[in-house]
């Protein structure tokens, strides 16, 4: 039988990348210091599970530090990127194996060899995007020296390749519920301005007068007045009183032509004739009155420089 044939050594030459292409693509998938999710768990365990090593990790690579998405074995978050095996492993071709870690110079020193988790044996499958954009790996270690055999390094691939695929869905998700939320901005700016475009061109409101809906031309209503829990409304005709306040009165009348003057007055701007001090003059003759005389209205002085803002002064 012909013996096993085993990766090339840690110092096998590893094909450049373009760092801040790279770091573009790691980003854009916005998922670095997330919380733990389970098919990344699953998938870092069933990787330990056949290679049969007690450690396995989905790690990715930023600019100064390894980060795990998932780990097995290993209590640590994240180490400096100086220190990761993935650095290397993540510029392969091909899964990136080190048999003894102890045994190469690119290694023996590192921190993660000489102390905790002690690691000998390390194997990675690089995590590359549909564009061959490296982003870390997903790698199993052991704390003794050993070899992957060719169903395990081809297992580590197809895991490997899982990892991005769901990479890929999730990245595809955020993207959706991303534009989703623009949606639902452009449709509810739509709806506002289309309400205010309506609020600003009605002509007619309904008041309940006793068992009746009476319809009142906004044209026709020369001011409103708050007594207590109720408000009149005066018009051309005749005076209505219906329970509400200042507030809801002022959202259902067109904003273009009335003006809140006062906290118990809201008039039509087209009725004022002049102002005099704090007084503005309405035109309000009506049948029901035989006095010529202009309505007085007081202008509040918390509204008056909103009121006069509202006028032509030449």
């Known amino acids: 039988m012909k013996p096993p ?27 670095l210091d997330t919380d733990p999710e389970q098919v990344f768990n699953d998938l870092a365990q069933l990787s330990a599970f056949i290679c049969g090593t ?34 290397y492993a993540m ?105 205010a475009l309506y609020a600003n061109h009605r002509n007619e409101i309904f008041v309940k007068q006793e068992q ?17 829990d109720y408000v009149n409304l005066h018009t051309t005709r005749e005076r209505f009183t219906v329970y509400g306040t200042m507030k809801d009165l002022e959202t259902k009348l067109p904003g273009r032509d009335f003006a809140r003057i006062h906290r118990k007055y809201i008039v039509r701007l087209d009725r004022i004739l002049a102002i005099e001090a704090d007084v503005a003059l309405l035109d309000c003759n009506a049948a029901i009155t035989s006095a010529r005389a202009p309505v007085r209205v007081p202008i509040g002085s918390s509204y008056k420089a909103g009121l006069l803002g509202r006028l032509n002064l030449v």
């Open 5 to 31: 044939k085993h990766p090339a050594p840690a110092n096998s030459v590893l094909r450049q990348v373009n760092e801040p292409e790279r770091l573009e693509a790691l980003h854009s998938y916005q998922i």
């Open 54 to 87: 007690p450690m396995s990790l989905i790690s990715l690579i930023d600019e100064e530090r390894q980060w795990f998405k998932a780990k097995v074995g290993l209590d640590n978050k994240q180490t400096p990127r100086e220190h990761a095996f993935c650095q």
């Open 91 to 195: 510029r392969a071709n091909d899964v990136y194996e080190v048999s003894d870690a102890t045994a190469d110079s690119r290694f023996a020193n590192n921190p993660l060899v000489t102390g905790d988790p002690h690691i000998r044996f390390y194997a990675g499958a690089p995590l590359l995007t549909p564009e061959g954009q490296p982003l870390g790996t997903l790698c199993t270690l052991d704390t003794v020296p050993r070899h992957l055999s060719t169903d395990q390094r081809e297992a580590l691939r197809v895991l490997a390749r899982q990892v991005m695929a769901h990479l890929e869905l999730r990245r595809t998700r955020l993207q959706l519920e991303d534009e989703r939320q623009k949606l639902v901005g452009v449709l509810s700016m739509a709806n506002s301005t289309n309400e």
């Open 212 to 228: 009746r809906l009476v319809r009142i031309a906004t044209a026709d209503l020369h001011y409103v007045e708050a007594l207590g």
